[in-house]
Each structure stands twice: as C-alpha cells, then as structure tokens.
T-cell receptor, first 116, second 109 residues
Framework: EAGVAQSPRYKIIEKRQSVAFWCNPI?????LYWYQQILGQGPKLLIQ????????DSQLPKDRFSAERLKGVDSTLKIQPAKLEDSAVYLC??????????????FGPGTRLTVL | GQSLEQPSEVTAVEGAIVQINCTYQ??????LSWYQQHDGGAPTFLSY????GLEETGRFSSFLSRSDSYGYLLLQELQMKDSASYFC??????????FGDGTTLTVKP
C-alpha cells in the first residue's frame, strides 16, 4: 500500500512569511496527526484529526498555526507568520483506528522547514 | 499531562545486547510504543505494549510494567544498521500520543 505522502520535502522562507504543508494519509486511515520535530527532540503533537474533526490541538500555537482536513482525507498545515523558532521538521502521520484505540502510526517523510 | 524520560545516548558493539529504558507519567494510560528513526528519516513503528510483560518481534523485544510506569526496548544481536534514534511514546485512552526525546544508539564495530 502507498505510504503517507507529504510535500514539499524542503522549504526555506524568511521570518514573517507564510508557508503551507500538505499531507495525504494512507487510504482508509481515519486519524491524521501533525507533529513538529525540532532537531534533537522527539516529535511534538501539534494537532490530531479524527476524520475531519479535531481531536486535540492543545499544543498548536493558534495565533500563527492553522490546520484543516477537508473531506476527512488530505490535510494542510499553515504557518502565518513564521518565526525563527518554527525551523523544524513537520511530520504527518496517520493511523487506522479511532481515538478510543491506540494504533500504529505511519509517518510520512516530513517537510524540513528553515526560517531565516 | 504526559511526560517521558529515556537516556539521551547509548553505545554498544556489534553483536551485543542493549536495553533502552523509558519511564513515563500520564493519566489514562493506554499503551507504550517504540519507534525507530534513522538520521533524516521518518519514525517507523517497532512495537507496542498495552499489558504487562514482554513482547518479542525478531531481534527486538519490548517490556512494560504498568505498576512501575516503566518499559524498555531490548535489541539483540546488534547490527550497524541499528544505529538510529529510538523513541518511546505513551498513548492515553483519548488516543493521544506523547513521544519522548529519544535515545541515540550508536553501534560500533
């Protein structure tokens, strides 16, 4: 089966600019996650969707970050405006089951964002 | 909230056995998972424990003690390709996962 797809793979922007990332999860996976991974740290959950509803966005900096998952499939994560500390790898993951059962997460290759 | 602790670095030689420990704090604990991440790569799932005891998958095993809020990943017959970062991740009954900061394993010849 095809894996989780993300684009772009790399992005370099200047601070205060905007950027958007796209994710296509594995077909049939109800749950979609966006993580931020800063160098030397573990993935930090930004937002979790169950189909097209938000399950958890407690760690999403809502003043600058937004995410949507239209039609319960693809998802986009946007940063506007970007700050230097947003430099990180943004990982998208998906899993088969709903929120009541913990299941294996399949990760995409990530988008490496550099903010100058 | 949820928090995890794991060693930042571990070094071992080819053919040896290494254990990476993970202690956690969470409410509504559901299970403990382990992921492997090579430099520049995406995390890949290794194992999952919801109940106490040992789960074995080939050269890798994972252990959980719910009463001690503790688990470990055991890697046997180490190979050079096992050099990577290993993350424990705790899941709660709301389906939320929190990852530790990872343990960098270096396998030497």
């Amino acid at each position: 089966e095809a894996g989780v797809a993300q684009s772009p793979r790399y992005k370099i922007i200047e601070k205060r600019q905007s950027v958007a990332f796209w994710c296509n999860p594995i077909s049939g996976h109800a749950t979609l996650y966006w993580y931020q991974q800063i160098l030397g740290q573990g993935p930090k959950l930004l937002i979790q969707f169950q189909n097209n509803g938000v399950v958890d966005d407690s760690q999403l900096p809502k003043d600058r970050f937004s995410a949507e998952r239209l039609k319960g499939v693809d998802s986009t994560l946007k940063i506007q405006p970007a700050k230097l500390e947003d430099s990180a790898v943004y990982l998208c993951a998906s899993s088969l089951a709903g929120t009541s059962v913990y299941n294996e997460q399949f990760f995409g290759p990530g988008t490496r964002l550099t903010v100058l | 909230g949820q928090s995890l602790e794991q060693p930042s670095e571990v070094t071992a030689v080819e053919g040896a056995i290494v254990q990476i420990n993970c202690t956690y704090q969470t409410s509504g604990f559901y299970g403990l998972s382990w992921y492997q991440q090579h430099d520049g790569g995406a995390p890949t799932f290794l194992s999952y424990n919801a109940l106490d005891g040992l789960e074995e998958t080939g050269r890798f095993s994972s252990f959980l003690s719910r009463s001690d809020s503790y688990g470990y990943l055991l890697l046997q017959e180490l190979q050079m390709k096992d050099s990577a970062s290993y993350f424990c991740a705790v899941g709660n009954n709301a389906g939320k996962s929190t990852f530790g900061d990872g343990t960098t394993l270096t396998v030497k010849p």
